[in-house]
């Protein structure tokens, strides 16, 4: 195959060029420092793939087996890599597949931008072959989107997009190009977008807020930190690590902050919501300062609102002033971005200890150690369990891998008892709670981070809602290690019907294919794993390979995971069993 | 703070792209507040709309929406107010037929009484405008549907601030 190879010189867009709407569309990728974008042809937007097929020296477009996967390919990458995700599709379904993905990276503020083809604008709101109002659409669930009608307008929308995308608290854009609009000629010029009038993406701090909140943090006598997702998407964990040593402040995590700080440090207690730890929900309702740093208090973080910490004083840091006071009313909010306002607080602070206040979550710890993890992780009764599945991926990655997660018991699990070493190693679906995201996500992360060990783990659901995945694995040869954890339910709704539905599992129950023939069939090296004694070498194999691996573990089918704190209760009422 | 509903006008500035009516209206929406009444116009500055919404709900609410609307990239800032502290005026439309006019005496009299003015007169209707508060625009409504009202229409409710807004010094301030 002979392709036309274009030169750096070239495509410099300093001097203006006539060039195509759809040509255009690939120069701003190229001008943004876009090297890999996941997507799928079809009529609306084949003008682009045409350019692509010429620019593929430039940029890596990777075929995944649905618009779906695209989007969440494009949050992996993200994730793992700090920049902005690459997902484009057609018009009408092809659009329509990348909502999923869309909501997902809008409720957990990856950055990502969407380019989708439109019908020609003639066309337009005349229910045209593969038409849909996918600007009215996506619009809940995009930071920004836009239609674009003519070539002129193309790169302007595009730099907004990046810039939209990655600044402040980052989000999901959509941009709309019709059809007519990637055939047009005009003359190029990229310019990047680095202001918008309208838009403040990272608010300023009030002034005396500091002040405030290092006065209440110094006078407090059981402090306890909670932090988010901010802290990483601001890259601010090592000022994040030096407060919380300085201070001597007890800190736990949301799912989404999950290795900011290594699992293994002895001021990192845990997991916080609905099947956090013991210790740090226990104690939410017992500290006198509620630190939270970059988190928005989810309600599956919370429980019950208004038996959520009302004994603390709350200083929230954050970067979006709509979620101050949104949930919980703060005492002091600190606005700004989590790099610069820890770094700031820093000096600020007293050094202490707080022995005797850690020691409360340390005895906490032990009661849960007895009552939930021994048994989690070192199984006695027959039947493999989860956790001890997760122990083994930590002795053998020793705790460097990128975890991926599904959505289900498998995902609790594994935050739970996986060991982060490394920043940005958790990469899961939060907010949406996204079946489905797992697989296709780990594609990106392992695109994004080549050095890194990215291991997917999925329950036997939704792994099978973006199976087809396994197809763009084989062909991009993404050496993903893809861990299904099979107990033949959903797990984590037949769980909800054990406790709440007097066990009547409506629906729950699979009857589940031969997993290793079809990743097999993708040319995928595959193993099943039923047994306790064949396990270590299962996983010594996988992780040893260097190519992509599935290795399916049959895991108890009725185990449930604890802690719980069942859904609209206090975070005191947690309960171990 | 005030935990009561009431009716509060939502001043929203903005940049006049499509599709922004779309995103602030979605906003109200999924939180199951109904829009009292709506105006989008251009504002004192130039390419500035603004939006004039009124709702009915608490302090505390209000406060959150405000959050949400400003988070909004083309969003440039928005305010909220009571009544009292807006100076508001409302616009109503009468159709009625021109027979009325001529045949009842009292029609004549409640015109002049209101302050209402006559738009246009043909063969077969007049036209009356009525701008003021909402009650005094229901009064006049209440009167005339006696002798019968063809149609009848009400704008949204259109307001300035007592107090300074402050916008166009925050527009210079983003514009330099």
Request: contains cysteine; hydrophobic residues 40%; glycine residues 8%.
């Amino acid at each position: 195959m002979e392709t036309q190879t274009i030169s750096n010189k070239e495509i410099s867009s300093k001097t203006t060029q006539r060039i195509s709407g759809s040509e255009a569309i690939v120069r701003c990728l190229i001008e943004e420092d876009v090297k890999i974008i996941y997507g799928y042809p079809g009529g609306a937007i084949m003008p682009v793939y045409d350019e692509l097929f010429k620019y593929q020296d430039k940029i890596h477009h990777v075929l995944t087996r649905h618009e779906q996967g695209a989007t969440h390919a494009a949050q992996g990458f993200a994730r793992i890599s700090g920049k902005v995700g690459v997902a484009i599709a057609t018009s009408g379904p092809g659009a329509t597949n990348l909502i999923t993905g869309i909501a997902d990276a809008q409720i957990d503020s990856t950055p990502m931008v969407c380019i989708t083809g439109q019908v020609a604008s003639h066309l337009l709101g005349s229910d045209a072959f593969q038409e849909t109002d996918i600007v009215g659409i996506s619009t809940p669930v995009t930071k920004w989107n836009c239609q674009v009608t003519k070539a002129a307008d193309i790169p302007g929308a595009l730099a907004k997009a990046f810039y939209i995308a990655k600044s402040g608290r980052p989000g999901p854009v959509l941009v709309d190009i019709t059809k007519d609009a990637q055939f047009e000629e005009f003359d190029f010029l990229y310019e990047k977008c680095t202001k918008i009038r309208s838009y403040t993406p990272i608010p300023k701090t009030v002034a005396g807020t500091l002040e405030a909140a290092a006065k209440m943090i110094n006078a407090a006598k059981k402090p306890l930190i909670v932090w988010g997702q901010g802290v990483v998407l601001s890259a601010a964990e090592e000022q994040f690590k030096a407060l919380v040593e300085k201070a001597g402040i007890p800190a736990a995590w949301t799912i989404l902050g999950a290795s900011a700080l290594p699992t293994s440090h002895p001021l990192n207690v845990g997991m916080l919501g609905m099947h956090g730890n013991y210790a740090p929900n226990k104690l939410t309702n017992e500290c006198d300062v509620l630190i939270a740093i970059g988190m928005r208090f989810d309600d599956r973080v919370t429980g019950k609102l208004d038996e959520y910490a009302t004994q603390a004083k709350v200083i929230h840091f954050e970067i979006d002033p709509a979620e101050v006071d949104k949930n919980v009313k703060t005492d002091v909010a600190v606005l700004g971005d989590a790099k610069v306002t820890l770094k700031a607080i820093l000096p600020l602070i007293d050094e202490n200890s707080h022995k005797e206040w850690h020691q409360e979550f340390k005895d906490l710890y032990k009661i849960e150690y007895e009552k939930v993890i021994k048994d989690d992780i070192h199984p006695t009764k027959e039947g493999l369990t989860m956790g001890e599945v997760i122990k083994e991926i930590n002795i053998q990655s020793k705790g460097e891998a990128a975890i991926v997660t599904d959505v289900g018991q498998h995902q609790m699990i594994a935050c739970r008892y996986a060991e982060f070493n490394k920043t940005k190693s958790n990469i899961t679906s939060g907010g949406l709670g996204t079946m489905g995201f797992g697989l296709p996500a780990a594609i990106g992360a392992k695109m994004a981070a080549p050095e890194r060990e990215v291991v997917s783990i999925s329950g036997d659901g939704g792994y099978q809602m973006t199976i087809q995945e396994l197809g763009t694995i084989f062909q991009q040869k993404a050496a993903v290690k893809i861990v299904v954890l099979n107990n033949d339910f959903l797990g984590m709704v037949r769980q909800w019907q054990q406790l709440f539905f007097d066990k009547r599992y409506a629906s729950t129950e699979m009857i589940n294919p031969n997993f290793v023939a079809i990743a097999e069939g993708y040319y995928i090296k595959a193993k099943k794993v039923t047994k306790r004694e064949e396990l270590a070498d299962a996983v010594a194999e996988m992780m040893a390979s260097k190519e992509a691996y599935f290795l399916e573990v049959c895991v108890e089918k009725e185990g449930n995971v604890f802690p719980m704190v069942p859904s609209g209760a206090s975070v005191s009422e947690i309960r171990l069993e | 703070m005030n935990t009561e509903k009431q009716l509060y006008t939502v001043s929203i500035y903005t940049e006049n792209n499509i599709g922004l009516l779309n995103r602030i209206s979605a906003i109200f929406q999924r939180r199951h507040i109904n829009i009292e009444s709506l105006n989008i116009s251009p504002s004192e500055i130039d390419g500035v709309a603004k939006f004039t919404i009124v709702v009915n709900m608490t302090e505390v609410n209000v406060k959150k929406i405000i959050g949400q609307i400003e988070k909004q990239v083309e969003v440039i800032k928005a305010y909220f107010h009571t009544l009292e502290e807006i100076i508001y005026q409302i616009s109503g439309l009468f159709k009625i037929k021109s027979e009325l006019l001529f045949e009842e005496r009292q029609i004549q009299n409640i015109i002049k009484e209101s302050n209402a003015r006559i738009v246009t007169v043909n063969k077969e209707f007049f036209v009356l405008e009525k701008s003021g508060r909402k009650e005094e625009i229901a009064e006049l409504y209440d009167e005339l549907s006696v002798y019968g009202i063809m149609q009848y229409t009400r704008s949204g409710l259109i307001a300035v601030t007592k107090e300074e807004m402050k916008i166009s010094a925050l527009l210079k301030k983003y514009n330099n």
